[in-house]
């Protein structure tokens, strides 16, 4: 994959430091996550530091810094969802399959995200499991459907 970086990073002009977010979206794109050797990479392509890429690539909540899991679980804790319990479920999620947001699992079973909004809101707690949406969520219903995914 590293020749598939080298030919992203290629399309844009060395040292423009204005590109620096679509290169990331580009190289996301095509790797799944922004991997170590990329940010090398657009660092040399672009002259700024490693810390520099990570700390603008940190701030966007689009980017990831771990491989993606088969099934990408994304939590909802906007107002609605927290009211409703999405802490409680964060929590319990966690216990469940032994990560933290921002991680994946030591098999790339799952992924985890917590989101501030999936415009579900009347339909508080909510889960999105790839592009599965799971309203009204309960503990016992999460580890339910947890199981449908491998």
């Known amino acids: 994959m590293a020749g598939s970086i080298v030919s992203i ?15 990331l979206q580009q190289v996301q794109k095509v790797e799944g996550y922004i991997t170590p050797e990329a940010v090398t990479s657009i660092s040399s392509h672009l ?12 701030f966007y909540s689009q980017f990831k810094f771990n491989p993606p899991g088969r ?29 933290s947001p921002n991680e994946t699992t030591p098999y790339g079973r799952f992924d985890l995200e917590r989101v501030a909004c999936l ?19 309960s503990v016992i219903k999460l580890q339910e459907i947890l199981n449908r995914y491998e």
Do not use: W
């Open 9 to 23: 990073i290629g399309e844009y002009a060395p040292r423009d430091k204005s590109s620096l977010i679509a290169i």
């Open 71 to 99: 099934n990408s679980i994304r939590i909802c804790l906007g107002t609605a969802c927290h009211v409703q319990g999405g802490d409680f479920l964060l929590n319990a999620l966690r216990s469940e399959i032994g990560i």
């Open 119 to 137: 415009g579900c809101c009347a339909l508080a707690p909510v889960v999105m499991i790839n592009d599965d949406i799971f309203s009204n969520m």
């Open 47 to 58: 002259s700024i530091s490693r810390s520099q890429i990570f700390g603008v690539a940190s």
